[in-house]
């Protein structure tokens, strides 16, 4: 079982940027996919991006190609989401995931989950 913890989240003006943290612990990563997902107000989780843990191989969203990165650090255990040009639309809860395989794009592909951070952009 990995633990995940979520941190980063806040309120940003449209065309700003925030970047979320994923704490890693419990499992040496080696061959796991982790993710960042989110769930927008009154809407189902949505894939965002993925990266995978080993070759770092990632994973995009058509919404947040070029304004989004996942990248990871492999001495802390950590994962990141660096978003940039930030627009209403992405106001959302956003969580990580984990999962022992290749990156997915499907939420029910991953079995561990972090208890999210909000992110909130105003226009």
């Known amino acids: 079982q990995v633990q995940l913890v979520e941190s980063g989240g806040g309120l940003v003006q449209a065309g700003g940027s925030l970047r979320l943290s994923c704490a890693t612990s419990?499992?040496?990563?080696?061959?796991?996919?982790l993710g960042w997902f989110r769930r927008p107000p009154g809407k189902e989780r949505e894939f965002v991006a993925a990266i995978s843990w080993s070759t770092g191989i990632t994973s995009f969203a058509d919404s947040v190609k070029g304004r989004f990165a996942i990248s990871r650090d492999n001495a802390n255990n950590t994962l990141y989401l660096q978003m940039n040009s930030l627009k209403p639309e992405d106001t959302a809860v956003y969580y990580c995931?984990?999962?022992?395989?290749?990156?997915?794009?499907?939420?029910?592909?991953?079995?561990?989950w972090g208890q999210g951070t909000q992110v909130t952009v105003s226009s």
């Open positions: 419990g499992r040496t990563l080696s061959g796991y996919a």
């Open positions: 995931a984990a999962r022992k395989s290749v990156i997915g794009v499907y939420r029910s592909g991953y079995d561990n």
